[in-house]
């Protein structure tokens, strides 16, 4: 689905109004933004916001859904191809974090995802509790799959470690996602488009490398076998 906004009896009247919300939660955020707003950007009456959404979060967790449901079959479906056929076997690491990374990395650089990708981003540290709640209920179930998968492809990890290193691999993530060219600018070496394709490469390197940090020392030491008494 496009992130233009097509004009008037081309899109159906529930995806102008998507879309205008789109458009307009990506400028000025969720709270700066309101229905009387939407419904100008949209071309539609009042009557119309209320018919199809009843309020503006609903509004929100429908445009979640548009955006979300595809990058979370995909996610599901790479992550099932990374489930060891035996339950004892730990997963590839790599292979994990590349099924989760992949589809959102995608999407945020494809034609539908820029204003969506701010959308989420902003609304993931709105003040408004509620709309937390939306965002992350979007992402929870394939979220806590990937978890207990990486959970497993880590096991030599205590669990505070292994939470501070998730902490570090989502805000990574996050970071790339939001593609602001930060890095570059410091490195002068301007706007570079990169490929996506780099990005996965280079965020799972990264990060499998920062969840093996110290795996001698975290990994206990084999045990040896007794000598045979005599």
């Known amino acids: ?59 929100l967790e429908a445009l979640f859904a548009m955006r979300v449901t595809e990058m979370n079959a995909q996610r599901h479906a790479l992550l099932a191809q990374c489930e060891p056929q035996d339950p004892c076997a730990a997963p590839e690491l790599e292979a994990v974090l590349r099924a989760f990374f992949a589809p959102a990395l995608r ?16 609304c993931s540290v709105d003040p408004d509790p509620e709309v937390r709640r ?24 205590a669990d505070t470690d292994f939470h501070w290193r998730l902490e570090c691999m989502f805000g990574s993530m996050m970071y790339l996602r939001a593609d602001n060219g930060r890095v570059s600018y ?20 990264f990060t499998a490398a920062g969840f093996r940090a110290g795996l001698s020392v975290s990994r206990p030491p084999p045990r040896r076998p007794r000598a045979p008494r005599a």
Do not use: C
Not at 24 to 36: I, K, N
Not at 186 to 204: I, N, T, Y
């Open 1 to 59: 689905m496009s992130s233009a906004l097509p004009s008037g009896d081309e899109t159906p009247t529930r995806e102008r109004i998507l879309l205008a919300a789109e458009r307009l939660f990506a400028r000025h955020g969720y709270g700066g933004t309101s229905l009387r707003a939407i419904m100008g950007e949209a071309e539609v009456n009042t009557g119309s916001v209320h018919y199809h959404f009843r309020t503006k979060q609903s509004l």
């Open 186 to 205: 410091l490195l002068g070496k301007g706007e570079a488009r990169r490929s996506v394709e780099v990005v996965l490469d280079q965020l799972v390197t």
């Open 134 to 157: 939306i965002v992350f209920a979007a992402y929870d179930d394939v979220a806590r799959r990937f978890t207990a998968l990486l959970r497993r492809a880590t096991p030599w990890l």
């Open 107 to 122: 999407f945020a650089r494809s034609a539908a995802g820029a204003d969506f990708n701010r959308v989420s981003a902003l």
